[in-house]
């Protein structure tokens, strides 16, 4: 394998949008790089798109300039390779640039379980605030929350 890590381009939506389906949003990703909002990296095996990750310099749900890493995917088929490590060095890496701590939040059900284990592996502790949805805490007493990809809990990681 020969990974290569570099911003997303325009030129790339339609590649990784083959995988992931979301054609609209990562164009979004690409005029927000442009604009200093985020940073982008897509890995390659040679001409083979094999996963992405961003990382967004202002958070919804992290203040204190804390930035988060954000929609992170490896091809399923290249899962368990060093991909995904690759990807979020990477953006680690450049979130050290700017801050000590970067963020993370990770869905809660099953689909999400390789994900859990890997970032606290990495050493990302639960930042305690609970369970959020749409970026904001669920309530402890008398709230009724849909189980699905917006059902997170958030996490840090000191860099520095």
């Known amino acids: 394998m020969t990974l290569a890590i ?8 339609e590649t990784v949008a083959a995988v992931f389906n979301k ?3 990562l164009r979004q990703y690409v005029a927000e790089e442009a604009a200093g909002a ?3 990296f897509v890995a390659w095996d040679g001409d083979a798109f094999v996963g992405y990750v961003i990382l967004r310099w202002r958070s919804q749900w ?6 988060e ?9 290249r899962r368990r390779q060093g991909i995904g490590t690759a990807l979020l060095d990477a953006a680690e890496a450049c979130a050290a640039t ?10 809660m059900t ?15 502790v639960p930042d305690g605030r ?20 917006d059902l997170v809990l958030y996490f840090t990681r000191t860099l520095r």
């Open 62 to 67: 992290f203040a204190d300039g804390i930035p």
């Open 6 to 13: 570099r911003p997303l381009a325009l030129d790339d939506v």
């Open 38 to 40: 985020l940073a982008t």
């Open 69 to 77: 890493i954000q929609d992170f995917n490896v091809v399923p088929a």
């Open 110 to 124: 099953a689909n999400y379980g390789a994900a859990q284990i890997m970032y606290v592996k990495r050493g990302y």
């Open 23 to 25: 054609p609209e949003r």
């Open 98 to 107: 700017r801050s000590a701590v970067v963020g993370i939040g990770v869905g």
């Open 130 to 149: 609970g369970l959020a949805t749409h970026h904001r805490p669920v309530r402890y007493y008398g709230e009724s929350v849909f189980v699905d990809d």
